[in-house]
């Protein structure tokens, strides 16, 4: 069985810039989350998907970023303008279920903004 | 909100001995609790998690412990070695995963 898929896996931009992330979950899981990772710090969860419809985004920066999740499959977060602060790593996970059910994390994407 | 707190930041240990990993969390309402473990330039990857009508799991040579009443769930990891060496990080559901701070576990050969 696939994982989850994420691209690129880095990407490199100057501030100002936009930049979008692509993520396809794990085929049949419901619920696709995206977290963003600081360097040594543990993931934090900016979006939570069920099915195409976002059910927690209270901690995404929605000056500007944005999220969607067309058909309730694939998922892309853009970022747009982005600052030097956004620098990280944007990792995508994917659950057959929501509280309880286990989540499966993509590779991530390095975003590195100059 | 949930928050989760991880000791010990890093842990050196001699390989073929044990290590413990010690969580807490804040929210009652959390009722999953996953272990994550995270190589250099990969996403973290699930090894082993306990819900919370569990007091303790294992497989191989990974073992969870959860205590609800004082909010708090250990890794125990025995026979290491050396592949055992990365990052592991706990995390609570709520549902959206909120994640320890990590710890970077050394194996030493």
């Known amino acids: 069985e696939a994982g989850v898929v994420q691209s690129p896996r880095y990407k490199i931009i100057e501030k100002k810039q936009p930049v979008a992330f692509w993520c396809n979950p794990i085929s049949g899981h419901n619920t696709l989350y995206w977290y963003l990772q600081n360097l040594g710090q543990g993931p934090e969860l900016l979006i939570r998907y069920e099915n195409e419809e976002a059910v927690d985004d209270s901690q995404l920066p929605k000056d500007r970023f944005s999220a969607e999740r067309l058909k309730g499959v694939d998922s892309t977060l853009k970022i747009q303008p982005a600052e030097l602060g956004d620098s990280a790593v944007y990792l995508c996970?994917?659950?057959?279920?929501?509280?309880?059910?286990?989540?499966?994390f993509g590779p991530g994407t390095r975003l590195t903004v100059t | 909100g949930e928050n989760v707190e991880q000791h010990p930041s890093t842990l050196s240990v001699q390989e073929g001995d044990s290590a413990v990993i010690k969580c807490t969390y804040s929210d009652s309402a959390s009722n999953y609790f996953p272990w994550y473990k995270q190589e250099l330039g990969k996403g973290p990857q699930l090894i082993i998690d306990?819900?919370?009508?569990?007091g303790e799991k294992k497989d191989q040579r990974i073992a969870v412990t959860l205590n609800k009443t004082a909010k708090h769930f250990s890794l125990h990891i025995t026979e290491t070695q050396p592949e055992d060496s990365a990052v592991y990080f706990c995390a609570a559901s709520s549902p959206g995963l909120t994640f320890g701070s990590g710890t970077q576990l050394t194996v030493l050969p």
């Open positions: 996970a994917s659950s057959p279920g929501g509280r309880g059910y286990e989540q499966y």
């Open positions: 306990i819900r919370s009508n569990v």
